[in-house]
Each structure stands twice: as structure tokens, then as C-alpha cells.
Nanobody, 119 residues
Framework: QVQLVESGGGLVQAGGSLRLSCAAS????????MGWYRQAPGKQRELVAAISSGGSTNYADSAKGRFTISRDNAKNTVYLQMNSLKPEDTAVYYCNAVDYSGPYEYDYWGRGTQVTVSS
């Protein structure tokens, strides 16, 4: 089992910055990749950024150039640095961890942290 706890969300004005943190515990040695998803009211959950165990990253087009995902293996923590925030970034942000090292893929999710960007 893997447990994920997000922190760092809050209310900011457009153009501001936030850094989200996700601390992982449990069988973290099995995690191959971690990422951040977000879900706004009435919308589908979407991928914002992801990072593999090797450090490869992927970003949604809306996040490129503004958001940076990073990983601290020693602290078992993944971060999402969000700059130049826009009102459309408002959503609940969820941390995700994936284990695909075995015959089955396992996905783990945090409870989410609210990010609100005011205009």
C-alpha cells in the first residue's frame, strides 16, 4: 500500500505562485512514477504533470512554461511549483503514484488540495 498526502494549496491572486507537496509513505519502493492531476467543478480530472523514477517529465500544454514538477527521492516527496497562476488553474489538485513494476498496474491517490486563483 501507498499513502499520499498533499499540501500547499490555497488562495492566490492571478500571477502569483504556489508550491504543492505530496509526501508518500508505505511501499514507496514500488512507485515508478508520480504526478499531479486536477479537477475543476463540472470537469473531468486531467493530468497536469508527471515524473518518472528516472526523472523524465511530462506536462499538460496548459502547464508548460509555468509549472515544474520535481521529485525528492530521499524525502519521498514530489513537488509542483506553479508560477504565473491563472484563474483557470483553479481546481482540486490530486497527487498520483503509479506502480507498474509487476504484472498489474496500481494507482494511488491523495485526498486532494484546493487551489483557487482569483482575478
Amino acid at each position: 500500500q501507498v499513502q499520499l498526502v498533499e499540501s500547499g494549496g490555497g488562495l492566490v491572486q492571478a500571477g502569483g505562485s504556489l508550491r504543492l507537496s505530496c509526501a508518500a509513505s508505505g511501499n514507496i519502493f514500488r512507485i515508478n512514477a508520480m504526478g499531479w492531476y486536477r479537477q475543476a467543478p463540472g470537469k473531468q480530472r486531467e493530468l497536469v504533470a508527471a515524473i518518472s523514477s528516472g526523472g523524465s517529465t511530462n506536462y499538460a500544454d496548459s502547464a508548460k512554461g509555468r509549472f515544474t514538477i520535481s521529485r525528492d527521492n530521499a524525502k519521498n516527496t514530489v513537488y509542483l511549483q506553479m508560477n504565473s497562476l491563472k484563474p483557470e488553474d483553479t481546481a482540486v489538485y490530486y497527487c498520483n503514484a503509479v506502480d507498474y513494476s509487476g504484472p498489474y498496474e496500481y494507482d494511488y491517490w491523495g485526498r486532494g488540495t484546493q487551489v483557487t486563483v482569483s482575478s
